[in-house]
């Protein structure tokens, strides 16, 4: 099992930064990727960057790249995302997932490989 706790959201006005910190806790060192998706009002959840922590290598969806940024401590049990020039489009709940399935190596955000989730975070941007 693996616990993960989401925290940092906030409400900031479009442009704005905001930086957010899940910690993982519990059996982790089956983790093979770690991810954050988001759910807007009304929307399903989408996935936003992962990182295979074996290597630290990113991966961003288009809507994000080149403002958000993926990054994981050195112990791997601490993921954060630093977030940008954010838009009003970006608001939406942010979960942490973990996922120890191989096949998150080449979709790395494809929900369905993450087995473990946090409770979320909410993150609000207004224009």
């Known amino acids: 099992q693996v616990q993960l706790v989401e925290s940092g959201g906030g409400s900031v006005q479009a442009g704005g930064s905001l930086r957010l910190s899940c910690a993982a806790s519990?059996?982790?060192?089956?983790?093979?990727?770690m991810g954050w998706f988001r759910q807007a009002p009304g929307k399903g959840r989408e996935g936003v960057a992962s990182?295979?922590?074996?290597?630290?290598?990113?991966y961003y969806s288009d809507s994000v790249k080149g403002r958000f940024t993926i990054s994981q401590d050195n112990a791997k049990t601490t993921l954060y995302l630093q977030m940008d020039s954010l838009k009003p489009e970006d608001t939406g709940m942010y979960y942490c997932g973990a996922a120890s399935s191989e096949f998150c190596r080449w979709r790395p955000l494809q929900q369905d490989d993450y087995s473990y989730w946090g409770q979320g975070t909410q993150v609000t941007v207004s224009s």
């Open positions: 519990g059996y982790t060192s089956n983790t093979i990727c």
């Open positions: 990182i295979y922590t074996r290597f630290g290598i990113p």
